[in-house]
């Protein structure tokens, strides 16, 4: 089993939909979590931290739950400028720091008109 | 607004070549990184700094070597290179090496071994 799993995708969603995605983790130690972005052949960008009693950023909403092991990210009211490779990033162990990052592949979304 | 400025952008290589990626932050960071992203596969670390004059190896470190003799410049030296080291390289930094401090991107190197 992968460290980290994110369906690849790509999820197809028309503009003004919500759309959800998880990540599943397997380490039970892990403290840390992330959702980055990656635009098509750009650098990846910091969307936002996972807090464990969750946490909102506009129309974005991440989720964690530590008994099943995932992260979650939904996006409502989804926009043309949302469609991205959304990365899922968790700290591998109880040393809480940026070279213990593992990294998923990335789940690639799709906003269509 | 430079942040992380990596070079080249592009770059094609025979096999058994050397080549250095050069990476430049303006951030006054104290970490650095390096990390290769393939198809289908995570963001890997390469080789990391948590200062001038500290590196180590992360993940994936053979066939490259790293040097930090200043806080803002980390090259990537690939010293001969494969066919397996075609990807896509980022470098990044941080203001320090714990998780919950946002790590900054270059634009990323397009590696071709041929």
């Known amino acids: 089993r992968k460290e980290v799993e994110q369906d690849p995708g790509p999820f197809n969603v028309p503009e003004g939909a919500t759309v959800a995605f998880n990540c599943t983790y397997s380490?039970?130690?892990?403290?840390?979590f992330f959702w980055y972005r990656q635009d098509c052949r750009k650098e990846p960008k910091l969307l936002m931290s996972?807090?464990?009693?969750?946490n909102e950023d506009g129309r974005f909403t991440a989720q964690l739950n530590r008994a099943s092991q995932y992260i979650s990210l939904l996006i409502r009211d989804s926009k043309l400028s949302d469609s991205a490779t959304y990365l899922c990033v968790v700290n591998r162990n109880l040393l809480d720091s940026n070279y213990q990052l593992i990294w998923g592949a990335g789940t690639k979304l799709i906003i269509k008109p | 607004n430079a942040g992380v400025t990596q070079t080249p952008k592009f770059q094609v290589l025979k096999t058994g070549q050397s080549m250095t990626l050069q990476c430049a932050q303006d951030?006054?960071?104290?970490?650095m990184s390096w990390y290769r992203q393939d198809p289908g596969m995570g963001l890997r670390l390469i080789h990391y700094s948590v200062g001038a004059g500290i590196t180590d190896q992360g993940e994936v470190p053979n066939g490259y070597n790293v040097s930090r003799s200043t806080t803002e410049d980390f090259p990537l030296r690939l010293l001969s290179a494969a066919p397996s080291q075609t990807s896509v390289y980022f470098c990044?930094?941080?203001?320090?090496?714990?998780?919950?401090?946002?790590?900054?991107f270059g634009e990323g190197s397009w590696l071709t071994v041929v």
């Open positions: 996972v807090y464990s009693s969750g």
């Open positions: 380490n039970s130690a892990s403290q840390s």
């Open positions: 951030m006054n960071h104290e970490y």
């Open positions: 990044a930094s941080s203001y320090s090496t714990g998780a919950g401090n946002t790590i900054y």
